[in-house]
């Protein structure tokens, strides 16, 4: 158990986790840029690939950006409907080929053996990594949903900064390393606000009229409810959550180290009632994330038990560091927080 905390403490904690957002989110300026680099590429692309069209996902739209995320663009060409009807693999080979014909990249790099197969680059001017991927369309969709999340109230910004921010200092925020994604992270921090009593946010994927419409995306019902100017119509709970950010920000490190039930249950940001990784059969690991539209898509499914562990440990000590009170914070954050 932790020892009260005092109110000077608690309005620290809220300020270090709007400086998280003011610190790291992109200006204007430089969304701006990025939207002007994705056009330059796509007029590019064109004359080789007529009908070529490029669209951001990621965290480049669904609200939770920081100055220096990679680009993620998701190449479609009119005319075809969906993956099967191109060869992906030369697809990005030729897509690769034509990239280093441009004087503004660098570093171009296909993976063809990936689940996705993408081409990657770097864009010297702005400084930033980017890739691109063909017809990742349940992609384009949870950017839609996490973006709508990100707007219904501040505070889910501040904290899915704030959780970006917490998983690069502890080195457990990054996927190709064997730890998990900021996309796996964002839904653990909406799934903790849904669960939230009362919810600072609704479930959108359980809000309907009538009748739950299908949009079938590979497959998938990606329906979820957007008209946000309405939703107070819909979601009796609307502003009944009060807490401050930074309450809430200790609330979570409480909930995923003491009152969430790992072995029991799957974090699922498609709907309230709890889901069971027996129902899923998804016994075999400890941290299960369910993709909202891709339901056979575990997230936490390339963790290994050592990185379970320490992505705990993380939490554990977090709590213990966020939950005790301290008369001021660090003027600086950690050295590493340079790198990104
Ligand atoms: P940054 O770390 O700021 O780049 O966050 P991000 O949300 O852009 O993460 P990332 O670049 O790793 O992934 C790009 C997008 O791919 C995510 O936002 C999701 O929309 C989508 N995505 C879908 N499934 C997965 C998955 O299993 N892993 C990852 N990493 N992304 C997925
Ligand atoms: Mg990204």
Redesign the pocket.
């Known amino acids: 158990p932790l020892p009260p905390l005092t109110a000077k403490f608690r309005k620290l904690l809220d300020h270090v986790c709007i400086k998280c957002y003011d610190d790291f989110s992109p200006s204007a300026l430089e969304d701006t840029a990025r939207e002007r680099i994705r056009l330059d590429l796509e007029e590019f692309i064109k004359r080789e690939f007529q009908g070529a069209r490029l669209s951001l996902?990621?965290?480049?739209k669904?609200g939770?950006?920081?100055k220096q995320?990679?680009l993620?663009i998701c190449m479609t060409i009119d005319g075809i409907e969906n993956a099967e009807d191109l060869d992906c693999i030369k697809t990005i080979e030729d897509l690769a080929r034509l990239l280093r014909k441009h004087q503004g990249l660098r570093n171009i790099l296909p993976i063809t053996s990936a689940k996705v197969p993408i081409v990657k680059f770097y864009h010297g001017r702005s400084g930033l990594e980017g890739d691109i991927s063909l017809y990742?369309t349940?992609?384009l969709h949870?950017?839609e949903l996490?973006a709508s999340y990100a707007a219904i109230d501040p505070r889910v910004k501040y904290l899915c900064y704030t959780m970006?921010v917490f998983t690069k200092i502890c080195d457990i925020?990054d996927?190709s390393r064997g730890s998990l994604?900021?996309?796996?992270y964002?839904l653990m921090v909406l799934f903790f606000l849904q669960q939230r009593n009362p919810p600072v946010i609704p479930v959108l994927q359980e809000i309907y009229k009538d009748k739950k419409p299908e949009i079938l995306v590979d497959g998938w019902n990606a329906y979820f409810f957007s008209q946000l100017d309405e939703l107070r119509l819909y979601w009796p709970d609307f502003g009944k959550n009060k807490e401050s950010v930074g309450e809430l920000w200790l609330g979570l490190l409480r909930y995923y180290t003491e009152d969430f039930d790992f072995k029991e249950h799957v974090i699922c940001i498609r709907r309230k009632s709890l889901l069971t990784t027996f129902k899923k059969q998804w016994t075999s690991k400890y941290i299960v994330i369910e993709?909202p539209f891709?339901l056979n898509?575990n997230?936490g499914a390339g963790l290994s038990r050592k990185m379970t562990n320490f992505i705990m440990k993380a939490f554990i000590n977090g709590r213990r560091v966020f939950g005790t009170t301290v008369k001021d914070f660090p003027k600086e954050y950690p050295s590493k927080m340079e790198y990104f």
């Open positions: 996902f990621g965290s480049s669904n939770f950006g920081f995320s990679d993620d990742n349940l992609a949870n950017t996490l970006k925020g996927a994604s900021s996309y796996a964002t993709d891709d898509h997230l």
